[in-house]
């Protein structure tokens, strides 16, 4: 199975940016997406964005379009999240996940990756 960690995640204020990264031991065949979701306290786990690894398309929610842009670097093995005009509710948990179904919402995950803290002070 795929080994995933994050890296990248600290203490900004708002305004600022922060890029995370996702560093893979390999990509599973079987999951032809990487995502980002985050998790704030209280709320339940969120997509944020995705890359297919086989055609680079990308897919955001709708509140980060704009702000984030996800990238890959296949010869490190990384997905980066690239985070600009930081928020306050930006606020959570980042993990990464291989995955196939973001477009159709029929969600099918392999790995997940520990996690990184994300927090945005105003």
């Known amino acids: 199975q795929v080994q995933l960690v994050e890296f990248g995640g600290g203490v900004v204020q708002s305004g600022e940016s922060l890029r995370l990264s996702c560093t893979a031991s390999g990509f599973a065949l079987d999951y032809d997406e990487i995502a980002w979701f985050r998790q704030a306290p209280g709320e339940e786990r969120e997509g944020v964005a995705c890359i297919s690894t086989t055609d680079s398309r990308t897919y955001y929610a709708d509140d980060v379009k704009g702000r984030f842009t996800i990238s890959r670097d296949n010869a490190k093995n990384t997905v980066y999240l690239q985070m600009n005009s930081l928020k306050p509710e930006d606020t959570a948990v980042y993990y990464c996940?291989?995955?196939?179904?973001?477009?159709?919402?029929?969600?099918?995950?392999?790995?997940w990756g520990q996690g990184t803290q994300v927090t945005v002070s105003s």
């Open positions: 996940a291989t995955m196939t179904g973001w477009a159709t919402s029929e969600l099918n995950f392999g790995s």
